[in-house]
């Protein structure tokens, strides 16, 4: 796994990050984000699930 | 044993120095492990809560009869409604003075009522005619407005658990 380090380091070094870092409000508000994206992905992949199972 | 501010109630004092509370916030294991079972189980019963309800928006599965997907919904959104209760219990007990004190936490409590508030008012009087508009692409009115009151609701507990888990204010 040692050959993606620089990658990584290189995206911890980006202005983007940096800019997350600095604030405050950046991360709680893309987590946020996150978490309701995810909240809707997981629901939409259960109600296939059961209409694949169910509906049909 | 936690400094705790005098404003805060001897019960809440009382969960954050326990034992079992100072076990859960102090494990390494045990708060992400309660964290994780949160809001897996809150990806499932929101999850599947917010799909029925663009379904009563009519914005979504119009040709699915609204009672098959409530039908085949609940228990796992009640489950899932369950596991989160219990869990978020446990990381309030074990964050019970933080909680306290936080505004969005008292919101999240607030948009929680809201939320089991609306359920209860579809599933007891909106849902009695739902033999009338089941199999309708858009649903009347008032199956529309609880729809909306949950997504709403939904949302905002989402919104003010972070707020409050990264202290914003």
């Known amino acids: 796994m040692h050959y993606l380090l620089p990658f990584f380091k290189w995206t911890d070094s ?7 870092r600095g604030s405050r409000l950046y991360f709680p508000l893309i987590e946020t984000f996150h978490l309701l994206a995810l909240t809707l992905l997981f629901g939409a992949i259960l109600m296939l699930i059961f209409a694949s199972a169910a509906w049909s | 044993m936690q400094e705790v501010p005098a404003q805060v109630p001897a019960i809440i004092e009382w969960m954050q120095n326990s034992a079992f509370g100072t076990g859960i916030r102090e494990s390494v294991w045990t708060f992400p492990v309660v964290e994780t079972t949160h809001v897996l189980s809150l990806a ?6 917010i799909w029925f309800d663009l379904r009563l928006l009519g914005w979504g599965m119009k ?13 796992y959104v009640v489950a899932g409604f369950f596991i989160e209760v219990v869990t978020g219990f446990l990381l309030f007990w074990a964050e ?5 004190l936080s505004v969005f936490f008292r919101a999240k409590v607030l948009f929680l009522f809201l939320a089991a508030f609306n359920a209860i008012i579809f599933e007891f009087r909106t849902k009695r ?6 199999k309708f692409p858009v649903p009347p009115p008032q199956a529309r407005m609880a729809g909306w009151l949950s997504i709403v609701s939904w949302s905002a507990v989402i919104v003010a658990g972070r707020a409050t888990a990264y202290n914003l204010f």
């Not at chain 2, 499932?44 to 809560?49: F, H, N, R």
């Not at chain 2, 019970?96 to 306290?100: L, N, R, S, T």
């Open chain 1, 14 to 20: 980006t202005w983007l990050a940096e800019t997350m």
């Open chain 2, 44 to 49: 499932v019963s929101v999850g599947l809560l």
């Open chain 2, 129 to 134: 005619t739902i033999g009338n508009w089941d």
């Open chain 2, 96 to 100: 019970a003075e933080k909680c306290y």
């Open chain 2, 63 to 75: 040709h699915q009869p609204i009672s098959r997907i409530h039908k085949q919904i609940m228990p």
